[in-house]
């Protein structure tokens, strides 16, 4: 018995939860089934070792979810889980495949059959069980040792060789890979929608003006970059990335707000030449910030793939330091015929309850507050089974709105100065009604589904521009809108 | 009272830095299993998480910059350690710097550093937001943390950690430097990131400053962050506590069982207290906080000029 078998054997299960849209059922399974074994949830792919997925991702989703997949260390293993009845029996069998060295070593295997850099690494194997494309070459794996070049293609074999798609699949790996950079929202780079190309940009820190120097036109010029393909020394990736980043600029012009776009003029004036692309990603972009100031400008993609986040959304934004310029958001497709999840309780679970626990279990981590979010799980869990979760949920209930730092830290966030609408008032108002929303439920059976989602989709734009980051968050855990309803009301 | 161990206490120090972190993390590990409702072993959880981080792939991000992310963790590990070199158990410390308190101030002072270079290392949006609202942090916890190690110097007349414990010998600092002592705890709580003051690694960043961070890597910050809540818990004793003083039970223990109601008190906090956002943390630093501990430094000073 190796010791690298004893101690991955002795690995505690980390679980990230990607959740598509329409698979509320199998998430609040899994969700339950995670707590109860102990297992503590991961923040981030670099941190977990099971990758969840709940429900059946359609196109822009099920590219994140490669995308997070690739950004999860070894040893990894991955469940997919449709029904909420079939939870227990994948978690056993993620588990045994987590644990065993010799499925970790064979997938490493598998994956990666003529790259001797995959087995000198022994257990820390650069694979990523997708079903060996052969593109998946593409990226390395971030693993150690790896010569840096690694994260170029120039290894590979030139990109133009394959077909397009794979060339451009390939450019997808590459960015999650790194992209942990982007991290921001777990990369997700779907291919063949118009989206991917924006979100290539999310890509963190590039610079439009890196581009600059070898562009024929001027701002309006964003079309013609075919040519940095030929750009040398650049490598392969970067030709797909800064179409991408084009395509994503040519978006955000069309937004209206981001009129730094005549600033890039002056940003030839910087030495872009002689400026380099560390590891192939153009810097950061700039413009004037609130206080007139001109400094780097991030494009970061939250979601579909974050802890605490509303299932099937996505929002663009542009960030200077950690305030939110412009955010634009995006409704990620749920497969046909799904039923709202919340809607379609059966009779005498409590569903309203159940569903503002939900909510408060994602404000409440969002807000920092591990503890209360987790007995809010417990509470949801208890009801949504047909407990009585009475007593406790007083009890909780009582604690949360006595917080007097978690009062400090919601209150005047979000504020919507709508009196009457569901989404009155800040987050800390929001809150304190969910609280009542479910007490009225669990006491008197009556049930306030008062809910706007689409109502909530309109404001948050206008509510994140503006604000920092953390206080972004959380806005969007404070309206927590509803998708599968948003969707359904949208037709 | 205090005496200065030969070279071999500095090989025992880690040994007892690590058995305290090993309990801290197995109570917060039952603590967080207790809300959870779940059914397993909560006590050999941190223990297992060891041995997942030991065989788990090192990633890196791409354009990272290693040495600053990688040495980031380190730094924070030895800062760990290095900030007990100080710290008498007991009567048995194994550095009786003539500046131990500033000695101690300096080496947490390195967590700074590390945390922020951890966040930019990784080249990572979120890793970025997460090292900068650190720094932000440092902001707002240094001032009042560093005053209230002052106000224990003060009182004491003297840098040396030996002597501010002999200076206790008649009455605990804590009764009557109340104020310093919870701005102290409050500032060991922010500088191990910890508790409410954990938003450089918060959930709402998906980690934030750690989110890019895998195998050992992870081991070492999460390792130094833990040792830095050790450190600063264990030197609330000599400062506040009185040292090893107490009945019965020889010194060493004293201070053992000083460090640990201490440590149990931090860590529960954080289940108790929702994260505290850094902007308006920083108004209760620079407006309340700093003007109470600068009140409280007065008094002490007073006090000490009368006698």
Redesign the interface.
Known sequence: MDL?SW??R???V?PLIAAAPGGTAARLAAEREA????W?PA??P??A?LLIVAGQPQEPMAAAVEAVWR?M???RVRAELLHAAEVEGALDDAVRRLHSADHQRAQAHQAHPNDPAGHE?G???DAHGAETHTMDHGHG????GHPRAA?GHGDHGPASSMTPHHGAHDDHAQHH????????G?EQHHRDSPAHRAEQEHH??HDQGGHEHDRPAGPDGHAGHGDHGEHPGHGEPIQHTAQGNHGGHADQGGHGGHDDHGGHGGHAGHDMSGMEM????PMADRSPDRDGLQLDQ?H?QLGPI???WPEGLVVRTA?Q??VIQEATIDLLPAPRGSDPFWSSLAEGVPGTAARRLDSCRRL?????????A??A??LRDSALAGERIDPEFSRWARRVRR?R??R??LSGVGALDEPGSPLAGDAMDRLTRWLHDAEAELRDGVAANAEDPVGALERLPGLLAGS????A??IVASLDPELERARVAHG | MVEQLPFWGGLVLPLVLVLLVAAAAAWDSV???Q????????LI?P???V??L???????????DLLLSRGGALALVVAGFLASLVTPLGRWVVADFSIGIVWFNAMEAVAWAAVWLVGWG??????L?GG??FVAQGLAYELPHMFALITAALGAESLRVADVVAAQDELWFVVWMPVAFVVYLLSVLAMAFWG?F??AV??????GAS?????VD?LLFEAGRWLLLVSGAAFAVPLFLGGGAGPLLPDWLWSLVKTAAVLAVLVWI???????????YQEIAWIVLIPLTLVQALVVSLVVLAR
Request: no cysteine.
């Open positions: 690298t101690l991955l002795r690995t505690p980390r707590r109860v074994r102990g503590r923040l981030n670099a941190e070792n950004q260390p070894f040893p690494h257990e820390h194997p794996e971030p693993h150690e994260h890979e790194h992209a942990s950079q982007g991290q921001a777990h963190a820190k560390p590891g192939g990603i991030l970061v974050l802890p605490a960030l330091g950690d409440l981590t969002v807000a920092g507050w591990e503890e209360a987790v007995v799980a417990r917080s730092v978690l400090w830290s920092e980051f953390a206080a968050r959380l | 603590l967080a299993s809300a959870a409702g779940s059914r397993n072993g909560a959880e223990f297992r998480a041995a997942g030991l065989v788990q792939q090192r990633r890196r991000t791409l354009a990272a990784a080249n990572s949006a979120f890793g937001i900068y609202r409410p954990d938003q918060g959930p709402d960043l998906a980690g989110a890019e961070l895998s195998g992870r954080r289940r108790r207290v929702p994260t505290v956002r850094m902007e308006r």
